[in-house]
């Protein structure tokens, strides 16, 4: 089945700095690229929708520069944190829809990166 | 727009006995429907989709759920709950085809006893 590697599992910085996360699909090509951050106890937001080679799509109320997204091929897509406060700490998760010849991959998840900013 | 709802925050059963985890949903189109379990500081993993054909689908590690379009329900069910069933489970909704976001429902804690 399709599989989506997310790193890192968990991630301590200090508040100003930036923060990567990536998302790689190891055997299917992640044409789109679904970003959602989850707070404690509480559901997944969409954050933002990258389909590879473009510009993201942003959701209302996400700031497109605080929240770079990242999707330059098939297989990566990244989404960095810039300028960490402590309100972003959250649950990041991505979701990779694709493909791998004729056969449909679609919304498969991450392990979701913890962020913790101090 | 489409939206969700999970009106239980929290479902406790006991061991051996059937679990049923309620989802409704609003879309102005045909509904692709799905199920996933989340477990601590994890990703989600699929249980089940509905995107048409037999109301009744079944999914993995015995759940199935029942696609009622009248009531707009799309509940969870497994006639006999595990303790490691014990997780959080998400409803999500994809309004027509085409590479969509889902949108998730807020999620219902399943405690199963022992």
């Known amino acids: 089945g399709a599989v989506v590697s997310q790193h890192p599992s968990w991630v301590i910085c200090k508040s100003g700095t930036s923060v990567k996360i990536e998302c790689r699909s190891l055997d299917f090509q992640a044409t789109t690229m679904f970003w959602y951050r989850q707070f404690p106890k509480q559901s997944l937001m969409l954050m933002a929708t990258?389909?590879?080679?473009?510009?993201?799509?942003?959701e209302q109320g996400v700031e497109k520069d605080k929240f770079l997204i990242n999707h330059a091929s098939l297989t990566l897509s990244t989404l960095t944190v810039t300028s960490a406060h402590p309100e972003d700490s959250s649950f990041y998760i991505c979701?990779?829809?694709?493909?791998?010849?004729?056969?449909?991959?679609?919304?498969?998840f991450g392990s979701g990166t913890r962020l913790t900013v101090v | 727009a489409q939206s969700v709802a999970q009106p239980e925050d929290q479902v406790n059963v006991a061991e051996g006995n059937p679990l049923t985890v309620k989802c409704t949903y609003s879309?102005?189109?045909?509904?692709?429907l799905f199920w996933y379990v989340q477990y601590p500081n994890r990703g989600l993993q699929f249980l089940l989709k509905?995107?048409?054909?037999?109301?009744l689908v079944k999914g993995s590690y015995g759940f199935e759920a029942e696609f009622n379009k009248s009531q707009t329900s799309f509940h969870l069910k497994k006639p006999s709950a595990l303790v490691s069933d014990s997780a959080l489970y998400f409803c999500?909704?994809?309004?027509?085809?085409?590479?969509?976001?889902?949108?998730f429902g807020s999620g219902t804690r399943l405690q199963v006893q022992p």
């Open positions: 999500a909704v994809r309004e027509g085809t085409g590479r969509r976001a889902l949108t």
């Open positions: 509905y995107i048409t054909g037999d109301n």
């Open positions: 879309v102005s189109g045909n509904p692709y």
């Open positions: 979701s990779a829809s694709g493909n791998r010849g004729k056969a449909n991959y679609g919304y498969t």
């Open positions: 990258s389909n590879e080679g473009s510009k993201a799509t942003y």
